[in-house]
């Protein structure tokens, strides 16, 4: 089968390598997907940067977490009914070394749930990590009906989600976005207030916006870079579910502050949150897709030759929403 993957840590354009790998089988509970089309995610430019630096231990890596693609074949123990199906693929990458920038990739069949008939090829590869980051960030915490929730970066790739999950469960938004038209989005997504987090002061500039009041929840992208603002506009009691901290890698937190405001803070990474929590994010996406209550941001959708300019879409940075690669 045709595949990209990499021996070695480096730059996209040193190390990835496309060719012919072995056609896999599936073992039992597993399913033999064969791909239509895969997403690159920060996370896999990092692994593949050397994040992560035991990852060829075992041998090359087929790169990417996320996916979606037509059931091929099943193993022992699950249902020949599957064959056939359109699923979404998730976690393909994770603590393994098959990932889904290849032609088939087999993996458990909870990994491969299916994807309903209106949402396409491209919009399956962006539910893994961007769509159920989100989803958990919102739901984590109980109930946000009626609560005032902040998101972060809310045209970003998690963030644009985020948003549109929370106005699902019931959430009054407001935003932080870099630009103009990145603040219209936010708008468009049913935020009622937008700010710009370029501009120091920010956290108070949106509790003023929102006449004193601060927001209960904050669904945030640059957890070290942001604190400080976020605590200018969050309310005593509130919770900071966050996903990132990439300009502050190591937070210093000032523990006092956080104490007495009693806050709670979540951190989220999809690979290891809760099996029940993947499922329900599961079962929400797949009816929030089936009644087409989301939308979504393609950045672009490139060919399989051009992996490496996909790699290096992502790593350049700015590139909001999400970046997907067709299968042959």
């Given amino acids: 089968m045709q595949a990209f993957w990499f021996e070695q840590f480096g730059q996209a354009a040193a190390v990835l390598e496309q060719g012919d790998r072995p056609m896999p089988q599936p073992a039992a509970g597993e399913v033999l997907v064969r791909m239509h089309t895969t997403a690159v995610n920060p996370s896999d430019v990092k692994k593949r940067a050397g994040a992560f630096p035991d990852l060829l231990d075992t041998g090359p890596v087929i790169p990417h977490s996320d996916g979606a693609g037509v059931i091929e074949a099943v193993g022992d123990g699950v249902s020949p009914a599957r064959v056939g199906d359109r699923v979404f693929v998730y976690q393909a990458q994770h603590g393994r070394s098959g990932g889904t920038a290849a032609q088939w990739v087999c993996i458990d069949s909870h990994r491969a749930p299916t994807l309903p008939d209106s949402a396409s090829f491209e919009v399956g590869a962006c539910i893994g990590i961007p769509m159920m980051t989100a989803h958990r960030c919102v739901t984590a915490d109980g109930p946000v009906t009626g609560q005032w929730l902040l998101v972060t970066g809310g045209a970003g790739r998690v963030g644009y989600y985020a948003i549109q999950w929370a106005r699902y469960f ?26 710009d987090h370029h501009q120091p002061g920010w956290g108070v500039q949106l509790r003023e916006q929102l006449q004193g009041e601060r927001v209960q929840r904050v669904v945030d992208v640059e957890f070290g870079a942001n604190l400080p603002e976020v605590i200018e506009c969050i309310a005593t009691g509130g919770v900071i579910a966050t996903y990132a901290s990439t300009r502050v890698p190591e937070p210093t937190l000032p523990f006092r502050t956080l104490m007495f405001m009693d806050l709670t803070l979540r951190l989220v990474i999809v690979y290891d949150m809760p099996e029940t929590a993947k499922q329900q994010a599961i079962a929400d996406t797949q009816a929030a897709l089936s009644a087409d209550k989301l ?34």
């Fill in 170 to 195: 019931g959430a009054r938004v407001v935003a932080t976005a870099g630009n103009p038209s990145d603040r219209a989005l936010c708008f468009d997504l049913g935020a009622e207030v937008v700010v």
């Fill in 295 to 328: 939308k979504h941001r393609l950045s672009a959708v490139l060919p399989f030759e051009a992996m490496v300019q996909a790699h290096e879409c992502i790593e350049a940075g700015g590139t909001e929403g999400c970046v997907v690669v067709k299968v042959p």
